[in-house]
């Protein structure tokens, strides 16, 4: 019984070998480029320009346990939507590239996260279909100069490219920095244990057999 064991298990380490991105996105209002291991210790390098996103993308990668390095010149002149909801964009393309067929992977995650006096619930499943349920009102309107509304503009761009389903979730909040917090980190943590090798799942984890 004990070979096969060791075979599943030289597997899974060889197919978390390979889980890594790299991608550029071009257009006319930002320049990005992203790379992305899933599989790593939280190692982050992030300048994009806006100051509140580089803090929350330095939370998600900590959390999710994710190496992630973003570059990003985009158009502030006008304000920070484009960078923001582009970047998303190359990030939930860079999961989805990681995670190839998602053979082996959980596929589901979710946590409810108290941040102070903030409490909010993530979930996610890597389904193959995009939908982001978004339940947060922000009680500002700006976090610094970082528009708050852009947080919603973030996962809905990273959920549509991630081709998975994402459910935020805000059961209560006062502080808008900390709800958009308690949004980041919930996530990466969901996200983290969705994208987990499950050492017992062979194959796709779906009846279907694909996703």
């Not at 982050?44 to 939370?59: A, E, K, Q, Y």
């Not at 390095?69 to 590239?97: M, N, P, S, W, Y």
Request: glycine residues 8%; contains cysteine; charged residues 20%.
């Amino acid at each position: 019984m004990l070979a096969p064991l060791l075979l599943k298990q030289s597997a899974l380490l060889s197919m978390q070998s390979h889980r890594t991105s790299q991608l550029e996105r071009k257009t006319a209002e930002t320049q990005i480029s992203l790379r992305l291991n899933i599989d790593g210790s939280g190692q982050n390098s992030i300048h994009t320009g806006v100051g509140f996103l580089d803090h929350m993308l330095v939370l998600f990668a900590r959390h999710a346990l994710v190496d992630l390095e973003v570059k990003a010149i985009g158009d502030l002149q006008v304000d920070a939507h484009h960078t923001t909801e582009d970047v998303g964009i190359c990030l939930g393309q860079a999961f989805r590239d990681c995670l190839g067929d998602k053979s082996g992977i959980r596929r589901y995650g979710h946590i409810v996260l108290p941040m102070e006096e903030t409490l909010a619930t993530l979930a996610v499943d890597f389904s193959g279909r995009s939908y982001l349920v978004f339940q947060a009102p922000m009680p500002s309107q700006k976090i610094g100069e970082f528009d708050s509304e852009l947080v919603e503009d973030f996962w809905q761009a990273f959920a549509t490219n991630a081709q998975c389903n994402l459910h935020v979730l805000l059961h209560y909040g006062r502080n808008t920095h900390h709800i958009a917090e308690a949004i980041f980190k919930g996530a990466a943590r969901a996200i983290r244990q969705a994208c987990e090798l499950d050492p017992r799942q062979t194959g796709i984890p779906s009846s279907k057999g694909v996703l």
